[in-house]
């Protein structure tokens, strides 16, 4: 990639103490839910019983890449050396390019995370005997969704100055894209991502859901573009 906005963010976060104790949090808390969850025999399992193990695991990666991507997004955890959008500006950089170099920073890491939880996943739904069509959609479904908080998370570090006021508008964004869209009557509902993940395997999503958090992180982009502007003389 030529945007040098994005391959900056890539070696701060490889370089990253913070990050490198993210990636062993996340596969310390996979692996132990696998571990947990395997059957103390290698037969068959009741059906209820192997779906819900595996979507179980699919539901807490999806939950901690989610926060942890938009909470680095949103500078409420600083990566070390990785440079603020603001600060971008007057680097100089322009808005657009800014914006492009953080998502494309948000979808690799989404991507990386993704292929390091990978390898559990498998294990625990290959026992189980799980389809692998309806892995690669709740895959899918976590990546978007994953970037598209990320999205949100780079428009409020650039829209809310103050760092307890961004803070606070995070966690409650999150808490409503998590449990406030269980309130919502059905078909609409399986916008939760807990709930889309439970479809995407059985292949029952919807590929409205997938547009709708793309197009939501797109118009996340838009707003931090617009408000980036503001710092442009």
């Known amino acids: 990639m030529n945007n040098p906005v994005f391959r900056g963010d890539l070696r701060a976060r490889a370089a990253s103490r913070k990050i490198?104790?993210?990636?062993?949090?996340y596969l310390g808390v996979l692996g132990v839910l696998a571990w947990l969850g395997m059957p103390p025999e290698l037969g068959a399992q009741p059906a209820e019983r192997a779906a819900s193990l595996t979507t179980a695991l699919l539901v807490v990666q999806a939950i901690i890449i989610t926060y942890f991507v938009s909470?680095?997004?949103?500078?409420?955890?600083?990566?070390?050396?990785?440079?603020?959008?603001?600060?971008?500006?007057?680097a100089p950089f322009a808005p657009r390019s800014i914006v492009a170099g953080k998502s494309l920073a948000t979808l690799a890491t989404v991507g990386y995370w993704l292929l390091l939880g990978?390898?559990?996943?498998?294990?625990?739904?290959?026992?189980?005997?799980?389809?692998?069509?309806?892995?690669?959609?709740?895959?899918?479904?976590?990546a978007v969704v994953a970037w598209s908080m990320g999205q949100l998370g780079l428009w409020l570090g650039v829209a809310i100055e103050s760092e307890f006021s961004r803070t606070l508008a995070h966690w409650g964004l999150l808490t409503l894209v998590f449990v406030g869209t269980l309130a919502l009557p059905l078909p609409v509902r399986t916008i939760n991502p807990v709930l889309g993940i439970a479809a995407a395997q059985s292949g029952a999503l919807s590929a409205a859901v997938y547009a709708g958090y793309l197009v939501f992180g797109m118009a996340c982009d838009a707003g931090a573009r617009m408000t980036l502007r503001r710092y442009v003389v």
């Open 20 to 25: 490198f104790a993210i990636e062993l949090f």
């Open 71 to 90: 909470a680095c997004a949103s500078q409420e955890i600083a990566v070390e050396t990785e440079k603020s959008p603001v600060d971008l500006v007057f």
């Open 118 to 142: 990978a390898p559990l996943v498998a294990l625990s739904a290959g026992i189980r005997r799980d389809p692998a069509a309806g892995l690669v959609s709740a895959g899918v479904l976590i």
